[in-house]
Structure formats: structure tokens, C-alpha cells
């Protein structure tokens, strides 16, 4: 009896030592593994991706000569077009309808996902609101609406959605009708606020329309429109609050896609054309028309290339095999084998003939000793692994340090002949936790470019700490320069630089919080506009176009900021301008007047001559300081697709009441009824000159900031005449302000934000 339970405990221990040595054993080789690159989606020499869209074969990239594409399938379908003005680039599927932007396109599933649009019914007091209404459709060349991944979506409570075919083949639709607001609640559609029902195959497009049965007058309180959309299944989850206001974007609808339009056997009678490679499995499409290639199981990568679909290695990742031994990888499968000194099949289980089992021994000391051994080993390795990361974190902290600069702007802070030391640089940890980690709730803005923080200091400091996504490495010297320059500006209307981190990827900057949000906020908001009364908006004006006169006129290197709009300008508590985002700025050498450089800025806001020249000029800034006062002016936005087509460009519809007297049919009701008439016809022709078409003859935001300054006395000293202020007055006064904003070293060139995008890229709303 003692020999048998002696023999039982010896196996018990061989099976753990087994255990322990191949499952180390395996994770070495699935770590290997995953440092090998993945093998290509595309054709040799063909470009992968477009911004964030990676694109596999037989999609491809559209070229100058798309006559005999190479990178793609020869189908016009397949083609796809990358927008690059914009950051990232985006990326469209060509149609005989639209440009349609591509979210993903899956080889496995075959399935394309794209950005789908909604359609609207909205209804105000005085009955159908045709600016927020629009009824949407799309046509689709070759590849069908998924039948089984979408679902078409009606939501309302005065609501008959309906889904018709392009052809006229068929038509469907859905219901939706309640009282109260009572009646909804939140989750999946069920028809009550919200319905939906299931998309057909074979469906190449649609044409969405919505009709009512009240106009929403019972509803109209808590819901003023109708919606209906086609869009993917679970990517729409339903909530109340969507009955007054429907917020859901990106839309992705799914699109199934095959090869061409012959079945398997008769594509194979063409072995030329037939596009499934080595190991590949071919299929019918279930959607439409064509064929649709596969990797074998055991193989994976693009099944439409010649060495596409390789073999899995299941032996790298233990999740792949039952092996309990050793794993033996062979051309699409895997056997299983058991280590020297055990016998059996391999593979996990129990039974006759399962698994690892030693042969009998009774060295039970000896085994007992080995297994201590592995065990201090193991902890001593991971001991050894905790000591390595940190050192390689602390390792990667200076590398950061040194390649964002953090030697050369220590070296000038610390020369003697600095007068003021105000820039800090900041250790990542104190950001960190000044962020929270950067917790979501502490995001204040975000863009295209980055992300901006409201962080809390040790001292109580409320600063805002913006973490932008890109650096060019090439540009660090100059960076560190600007910091320098701009750290040092006291110009009361520019948010000020308090200093930055260089200890992570990419530089952290961090910047005087202001907490009363933007023009655009004050302006656009029904609420907040009410309370920016003529004389308030004169003076924002008069201060802006004072700071953009200052960076073009008084610094020591001239600045453009290039990105001129009323979300970059904060407002403090007391309504005080704070000029924010110079995060696209130029410097301007002095002996130069212009500069060619990629276009950038934001639409509706753009200076024509710039976008079609490339020739940034101090004029551009004048352009759209001249949009900014058309927004005050109007409380209309810049660019808006609600608008009807000839109103869509407020600047062009602007100059184009102006020209024919309906100036005070467009600006807005509370500065109409303030009786200042004359006073909006002088700043309504400022802005017409600043809105000139040729750069040439718009005045200097010097001039436009004089102009200002001499309104704005008038409104202050409502008896003095318009002569009672002069032109040569309101010079002097400008020079004598531009004097005590200048730094104490007389080199002050710039204010708030990094320097331009060859450093860190600008996002919306920084600073706040």
C-alpha cells in the first residue's frame, strides 16, 4: 500500500513538471511569433492604407493613370479614392452617385463598411422646417446593402418611415406612434418611439422618405422631428432623448462584395481570370452577383494573392492545440507528441491512450529538488523582469527628454543673460496626476490633431494641458526656440504658455485655463447670444483684430495665426478676448512677405487667394478676422449644409445682401433692435473689405483694428461725433498698447499655442 501512494505521488509530480516546462516552452515561441511582422494585404509595390484604412487586394488605391490598374481588381468597383486635405486622410468608395467614405473592408467576411447619412423630417411652430429636413438616398453600383448585418430604423412618435428600391422592384418601411413621452423607454426599438425591420437582398440602394400623420403637433414638445436611416445591426442603441435631438455618427451600414459576376464553376473554366490563389476555398455570393475566395482552414492572410493564404503555426499560441506535450506544426494542422520520459498521445484528456503520463521512477527526492529549483527560478526571473521594465521606462523617459529637445531648452533657460525664467517643464508624472491619468471627464476639447485637459496643479491651478498625437522630429530646435519666445509673452488678450513636458512621445503643453468657452459657443447659442449686446461684440471685435494686428505688426518676427475663427477665441468671465490655438501660426522672416506652404485652416473660414495660390500672406489673417465679424454681425455660422445653397457660404452670402441693401434683413434681431444702424453699416463695410476677393485690396489689421478702436469710442461716448476720434488718434493709442505688451527683452515674437503644424498639430477649442 506506502509503495503504491508513493508511485501515485511521483506521477502527480511529473505531470506538474511537465506542464511547467512546455508551457514555457510554448509562450517563448508565441512571444517570437508576434514580433514577426504580418504578412502584406496588397500587391508588391502598391501603397497599403489610406490615413487609418487599410486597404488589402483587390481593392486598390486609384493613381494619375487608373486606365490598367495594377494594385487592384480590374473593376471599377473596386477602386478607391484617398482624399489627403484632409489630416488623416480619408478614403472613398467611387460610385456612380457619390463619393462614399470607406470605415473598413474585411477580407475575411467580405463585408465593407461605410459612412451612411440620415434622413430628417422636422417640423417648428410655424409647420415644415425645410432647413433641418432632408430626405437621403444612395445608389450603389456593384455591391449590395447586407441583408443579414443592417437594419433600417425609423424614429419618431408622429413617424411612417419607408424603404423603397431604386428600381421600383419593392418598397418596405415601419411605423412608429406615441403620445407621451412616457410611453418610450430606452433599449432596442420596439416600436413605441422607435421601429425597424430587416433589409432584402439584393438591394443595390434606396430612396428613404418619411411622412406624418400631425405635423408633430402633439409631440412637437419633446419631439420636433422624424428620422430614418439604413445602418448596421448593433451598432444603434436606442434612447429617449433621440426623440429630441438624434445624435448617432459616424452611420455604418454594411455592404456585402464578391468577384465579378459568374459563379465558382464557371469562373474556374477561366484559369487566367479566376482570382483564388493557393489554398483558398471558392464560394457562390449568398448577395448579389460573383464569387468569393477563402483561406483553408488552417491557413489565413489574402486569398487574392499568389502566396496569400499561409499556414497557421498553432503550435506558437497554446490556445490554438489540445497538445499537452510537444506541438508539431505541418502544412495546415498539427499533431501532438510527448517529451522524452513519458508516453502517450500528446494531447490533453483523459483515458486510454490521452495525454503525457511519466514512465514509473522513484527519485522522488531528486524531482522534488528540480521543481524548487524551477520555482525560485521563476520567481528570481520575474524579480529580474519588474527591475528591467522599470529601467527600460526610466531608460525611455530620457530618450523622450533628449529627443524633444529637453537639453536645449534647459541650456537656454539656465543662460545668464535671461531676464525671466517664467517656462516650467513639467515631469510627466505631475500632469498625470494632475489629469487624473487623463481621465475622459477631464477633456475639455478635442480634434483631428489631439486632445486638450483641464488639469489641477499642487497649488490649486486650474491649467489646460494639451496631448497632441503628432511631432516631426526634424523641427525640435526651432520648437524649443518658440517655447522659449512664447513663454515670455504678456499680451493680455493671448492665453498664455505656463510651460511643457518632454518626457513622453510627444510634447505635453500646458496653458492658462480660461472657463467661459468660445465665441462660437456665445454666438451660436440662442441663450448666450442674447446676452452679447452691440457694445459687447464691438469690443470682442476691437480686441481680436488688436492681437492680430500685434503678432502682424509689433512683434520682432511677424506672425500669421492662419486659423482664424471664433471657436479659437475664448472669452473669460468678464467677456475678455483670449486669442487661443496657434498651433498652425507661421513665423514670417522679415525679408518676406509671403510664404508658399501647404493650405491650411478651416473651411468657411479659408481666404480664397491662399487656398488656390498656396501664397500665405498677412492678408489671409484679415480674410477670416472679416468671417468673424460677418458672425457677429449676422449670429449665422460660417459654413453650414443646412442652409440653402446660395446661403451655405456666409461670406459670400453676406457680400451678396450687402450689394443689394438687405443688410439688416440678415443681422441679428438683438443687435437690430438696439438702433445703432449706422454703426453696423460702418463695421458690415469693414468686413466687406476684409472679405475682398484679391488680397491686394484688403486693408492691414493694423488699419481694420484702428477702425475699430474709433467705433468703438463712439459707442463708449455716445455724444462724441464720429470725427471725434481720428485715425491719427486711434495710431497713437494702438502704438502706445503695443508698447507695454512687449517683453522686457524686446524680442517678444508670438503668443499662446507650439509653433506651427511642422511641430505639434493644432485640435479645436485648446486652452479651454
Given at each position: 500500500?506506502?509503495?503504491?501512494?508513493?508511485?501515485?505521488?511521483?506521477?502527480?509530480?511529473?505531470?506538474?513538471?511537465?506542464?511547467?516546462?512546455?508551457?514555457?516552452a510554448?509562450?517563448?515561441l508565441?512571444?517570437?511569433?508576434?514580433?514577426?511582422?504580418?504578412?502584406?494585404?496588397?500587391?508588391?509595390?502598391?501603397q497599403?492604407?489610406?490615413?487609418?484604412?487599410?486597404?488589402p487586394?483587390?481593392?486598390g488605391?486609384?493613381d494619375?493613370?487608373?486606365?490598367?490598374p495594377?494594385?487592384?481588381?480590374?473593376?471599377?468597383?473596386?477602386?478607391?479614392?484617398?482624399?489627403?486635405?484632409?489630416?488623416?486622410?480619408?478614403?472613398?468608395?467611387?460610385?456612380?452617385?457619390?463619393?462614399?467614405?470607406?470605415?473598413?473592408?474585411?477580407?475575411?467576411?467580405?463585408?465593407?463598411?461605410?459612412n451612411?447619412?440620415?434622413?430628417?423630417?422636422?417640423?417648428?411652430?410655424?409647420?415644415?422646417?425645410?432647413?433641418s429636413?432632408?430626405?437621403?438616398w444612395?445608389?450603389?453600383?456593384k455591391?449590395?446593402?447586407?441583408?443579414?448585418?443592417?437594419?433600417?430604423?425609423?424614429?419618431?412618435?408622429?413617424t411612417?418611415?419607408s424603404?423603397?428600391?431604386?428600381?421600383?422592384?419593392?418598397?418596405?418601411?415601419?411605423?412608429?406612434?406615441?403620445?407621451?413621452?412616457?410611453?418610450?423607454?430606452?433599449?432596442?426599438?420596439?416600436?413605441?418611439g422607435?421601429c425597424?425591420?430587416?433589409?432584402?437582398?439584393?438591394?443595390?440602394?434606396?430612396?428613404?422618405?418619411?411622412?406624418?400623420?400631425?405635423?408633430?403637433?402633439?409631440?412637437?414638445?419633446?419631439?420636433?422631428?422624424?428620422?430614418?436611416?439604413?445602418t448596421?445591426?448593433?451598432?444603434?442603441?436606442?434612447?429617449?432623448?433621440?426623440?429630441?435631438?438624434?445624435?448617432?455618427?459616424?452611420?455604418?451600414?454594411?455592404?456585402?462584395w464578391?468577384?465579378g459576376?459568374?459563379?465558382?464553376?464557371?469562373?474556374k473554366?477561366?484559369?487566367t481570370?479566376?482570382?483564388?490563389?493557393?489554398?483558398?476555398?471558392?464560394s457562390?455570393?449568398?448577395?448579389?452577383s460573383?464569387?468569393?475566395?477563402?483561406?483553408?482552414?488552417?491557413?489565413?492572410?489574402?486569398?487574392?494573392?499568389?502566396?496569400?493564404?499561409?499556414?497557421?503555426?498553432?503550435c506558437?499560441?497554446?490556445?490554438?492545440?489540445p497538445?499537452?506535450?510537444?506541438?508539431?506544426?505541418i502544412?495546415?494542422s498539427?499533431?501532438?507528441?510527448?517529451?522524452?520520459?513519458?508516453?502517450g498521445?500528446g494531447?490533453?484528456?483523459?483515458?486510454?491512450?490521452?495525454?503525457?503520463?511519466?514512465?514509473?521512477?522513484?527519485?522522488?527526492?531528486?524531482?522534488?529538488?528540480?521543481?524548487?529549483?524551477?520555482?525560485?527560478?521563476?520567481?528570481?526571473i520575474?524579480?529580474?523582469?519588474?527591475?528591467?521594465?522599470?529601467?527600460?521606462?526610466?531608460?525611455?523617459?530620457?530618450?523622450h527628454f533628449?529627443?524633444?529637445g529637453?537639453?536645449l531648452?534647459?541650456?537656454?533657460?539656465?543662460?545668464?543673460?535671461?531676464?525671466?525664467?517664467v517656462?516650467?517643464?513639467f515631469?510627466?508624472?505631475?500632469?498625470?496626476?494632475?489629469?487624473?491619468?487623463?481621465?475622459?471627464?477631464?477633456?475639455?476639447?478635442?480634434?483631428?490633431?489631439?486632445?486638450?485637459?483641464?488639469?489641477?496643479?499642487?497649488?490649486?491651478?486650474?491649467?489646460?494641458?494639451?496631448?497632441?498625437?503628432?511631432?516631426?522630429?526634424?523641427?525640435?530646435?526651432?520648437?524649443?526656440?518658440?517655447?522659449?519666445?512664447?513663454?515670455?509673452?504678456?499680451?493680455?488678450?493671448?492665453?498664455?504658455?505656463?510651460g511643457?513636458c518632454?518626457?513622453?512621445?510627444?510634447?505635453?503643453?500646458?496653458?492658462?485655463?480660461?472657463n467661459?468657452?468660445?465665441?462660437?459657443?456665445?454666438?451660436?447659442?440662442?441663450?448666450?447670444?442674447?446676452?452679447?449686446?452691440?457694445?459687447?461684440?464691438?469690443?470682442?471685435?476691437?480686441e481680436?483684430?488688436g492681437?492680430?494686428?500685434?503678432?502682424?505688426?509689433?512683434a520682432?518676427?511677424?506672425?500669421?495665426?492662419?486659423?482664424?475663427?471664433?471657436?479659437?477665441?475664448?472669452?473669460?468671465?468678464?467677456?475678455?478676448?483670449?486669442?487661443?490655438?496657434?498651433?498652425?501660426?507661421?513665423?514670417?522672416?522679415?525679408?518676406?512677405?509671403?510664404?508658399?506652404?501647404?493650405?491650411?485652416?478651416?473651411?468657411?473660414?479659408?481666404?480664397p487667394?491662399?487656398?488656390?495660390?498656396?501664397?500665405?500672406t498677412?492678408?489671409?489673417?484679415?480674410?477670416?478676422?472679416?468671417?468673424?465679424?460677418?458672425?457677429?454681425?449676422?449670429?449665422?455660422?460660417?459654413?453650414?449644409?443646412?442652409?440653402?445653397?446660395?446661403?451655405?457660404?456666409?461670406?459670400?452670402?453676406?457680400?451678396?445682401?450687402?450689394?443689394?441693401?438687405?443688410?439688416?434683413?440678415?443681422?441679428?434681431?438683438?443687435?437690430?433692435?438696439?438702433?445703432?444702424?449706422?454703426?453696423?453699416?460702418?463695421?458690415?463695410n469693414?468686413?466687406k473689405?476684409?472679405?475682398?476677393?484679391?488680397?491686394?485690396e484688403?486693408?492691414?489689421?493694423?488699419e481694420?483694428?484702428?477702425e475699430?478702436?474709433r467705433?468703438?469710442?463712439?459707442?463708449?461716448?455716445?455724444?462724441?461725433?464720429?470725427?471725434?476720434?481720428?485715425?491719427e488718434?486711434?495710431?497713437?493709442?494702438?502704438?502706445?498698447?503695443?508698447?507695454?505688451?512687449?517683453?522686457?527683452?524686446?524680442?517678444?515674437?508670438t503668443?499662446?499655442?507650439?509653433?506651427?503644424?511642422?511641430?505639434?498639430?493644432?485640435?479645436?477649442?485648446?486652452?479651454r
Open positions: 500500500m506506502y509503495m503504491k501512494r508513493v508511485e501515485g505521488r511521483t506521477m502527480v509530480i511529473h505531470k506538474l513538471l511537465l506542464k511547467a516546462a512546455v508551457l514555457g510554448l509562450l517563448g508565441y512571444h517570437n511569433h508576434l514580433a514577426q511582422a504580418n504578412d502584406s494585404m496588397t500587391k508588391p509595390g502598391c497599403s492604407s489610406c490615413g487609418n484604412l487599410s486597404i487586394y483587390p481593392f488605391l486609384s494619375l493613370n487608373d486606365s490598367d495594377h494594385c487592384r481588381f480590374n473593376f471599377p468597383s473596386f477602386r478607391v479614392d484617398c482624399d489627403y486635405s484632409t489630416n488623416p486622410p480619408v478614403a472613398y468608395l467611387r460610385n456612380r452617385s457619390s463619393n462614399i467614405e470607406i470605415l473598413n473592408i474585411s477580407i475575411e467576411h467580405h463585408v465593407l463598411r461605410i451612411a447619412s440620415i434622413s430628417r423630417d422636422c417640423y417648428n411652430s410655424s409647420g415644415y422646417d425645410s432647413s429636413s432632408s430626405n437621403q444612395l445608389r450603389l453600383a455591391f449590395p446593402l447586407s441583408s443579414t448585418k443592417n437594419k433600417f430604423t425609423a424614429i419618431g412618435c408622429d411612417s418611415a424603404f423603397r428600391d431604386l428600381h421600383g422592384n419593392f418598397s418596405f418601411g415601419c411605423m412608429s406612434s406615441c403620445s407621451s413621452v412616457r410611453d418610450v423607454s430606452n433599449g432596442s426599438c420596439t416600436g413605441i422607435c425597424e425591420t430587416s433589409i432584402p437582398k439584393n438591394s443595390f440602394g434606396y430612396d428613404i422618405s418619411i411622412t406624418q400623420f400631425s405635423n408633430h403637433s402633439d409631440v412637437s414638445d419633446f419631439n420636433p422631428c422624424s428620422y430614418a436611416f439604413v448596421e445591426i448593433g451598432s444603434y442603441n436606442f434612447s429617449v432623448g433621440d426623440l429630441k435631438q438624434l445624435k448617432f455618427n459616424p452611420i455604418p451600414l454594411v455592404l456585402d464578391a468577384i459576376n459568374q459563379t465558382c464553376e464557371d469562373a473554366k477561366n484559369s481570370s479566376y482570382m483564388c490563389a493557393h489554398n483558398t476555398a471558392c457562390d455570393a449568398g448577395n448579389g460573383g464569387y468569393k475566395c477563402t483561406c483553408l482552414k488552417g491557413y489565413r492572410g489574402n486569398p487574392y494573392l499568389a502566396t496569400g493564404c499561409q499556414d497557421i503555426d498553432e506558437v499560441d497554446p490556445k490554438n492545440n497538445c499537452q506535450g510537444k506541438c508539431h506544426n502544412g495546415g498539427f499533431t501532438c507528441s510527448c517529451p522524452k520520459g513519458y508516453h498521445n494531447k490533453k484528456g483523459s483515458g486510454d491512450g490521452q495525454g503525457c503520463t511519466a514512465y514509473p521512477s522513484h527519485l522522488m527526492e531528486i524531482l522534488v529538488g528540480v521543481a524548487g529549483a524551477i520555482i525560485v527560478s521563476l520567481f528570481s520575474g524579480f529580474l523582469y519588474l527591475g528591467h521594465k522599470k529601467m527600460k521606462l526610466i531608460r525611455l523617459k530620457e530618450q533628449k529627443q524633444n529637453g537639453l531648452l534647459q541650456q537656454q533657460l539656465d543662460e545668464p543673460d535671461k531676464t525671466t525664467k517656462t516650467k517643464i515631469s510627466a508624472e505631475e500632469l498625470e496626476k494632475a489629469t487624473n491619468n487623463y481621465h475622459e471627464s477631464r477633456i475639455v476639447g478635442r480634434g483631428g490633431y489631439g486632445t486638450v485637459y483641464k488639469g489641477l496643479l499642487p497649488n490649486d491651478m486650474v491649467v489646460a494641458i494639451k496631448k497632441s498625437k503628432l511631432v516631426d522630429r526634424s523641427q525640435i530646435e526651432q520648437f524649443i526656440n518658440e517655447v522659449i519666445v512664447l513663454s515670455q509673452i504678456n499680451h493680455r488678450n493671448v492665453v498664455k504658455l505656463l511643457c518632454l518626457e513622453t512621445e510627444v510634447p505635453l503643453l500646458v496653458y492658462e485655463f480660461i467661459n468657452g468660445t465665441l462660437f459657443d456665445h454666438i451660436h447659442d440662442p441663450n448666450k447670444s442674447l446676452k452679447l449686446s452691440w457694445k459687447t461684440r464691438l469690443r470682442i471685435a476691437s481680436t483684430a492681437v492680430l494686428s500685434y503678432l502682424h505688426s509689433a520682432s518676427i511677424p506672425i500669421i495665426h492662419r486659423d482664424v475663427k471664433s471657436a479659437n477665441i475664448l472669452l473669460d468671465n468678464n467677456y475678455t478676448v483670449k486669442v487661443s490655438d496657434f498651433g498652425a501660426s507661421r513665423l514670417i522672416p522679415l525679408d518676406q512677405t509671403q510664404l508658399f506652404t501647404m493650405v491650411q485652416g478651416t473651411w468657411g473660414y479659408l481666404d487667394e491662399y487656398l488656390h495660390t498656396s501664397q500665405l498677412e492678408k489671409s489673417d484679415v480674410y477670416s478676422f472679416g468671417v468673424v465679424l460677418v458672425e457677429l454681425l449676422t449670429g449665422k455660422k460660417a459654413l453650414s449644409f443646412n442652409r440653402s445653397e446660395e446661403e451655405r457660404s456666409l461670406a459670400m452670402y453676406f457680400l451678396s445682401s450687402l450689394e443689394n441693401g438687405k443688410l439688416f434683413q440678415i443681422v441679428e434681431e438683438v443687435i437690430a433692435n438696439e438702433g445703432i444702424n449706422e454703426q453696423v453699416r460702418e463695421v458690415a469693414l468686413a473689405r476684409c472679405l475682398a476677393i484679391k488680397a491686394e484688403r486693408p492691414t489689421m493694423k481694420v483694428a484702428i475699430l478702436e467705433l468703438r469710442a463712439m459707442t463708449n461716448h455716445s455724444g462724441v461725433s464720429s470725427t471725434g476720434v481720428n485715425r488718434e486711434m495710431v497713437h493709442m494702438l502704438e502706445k498698447e503695443t508698447e507695454v505688451y512687449m517683453d522686457i527683452s524686446g524680442t517678444v515674437s503668443g499662446y499655442m507650439d509653433s506651427l503644424e511642422d511641430h505639434v498639430m493644432p485640435i479645436v477649442n485648446t486652452g
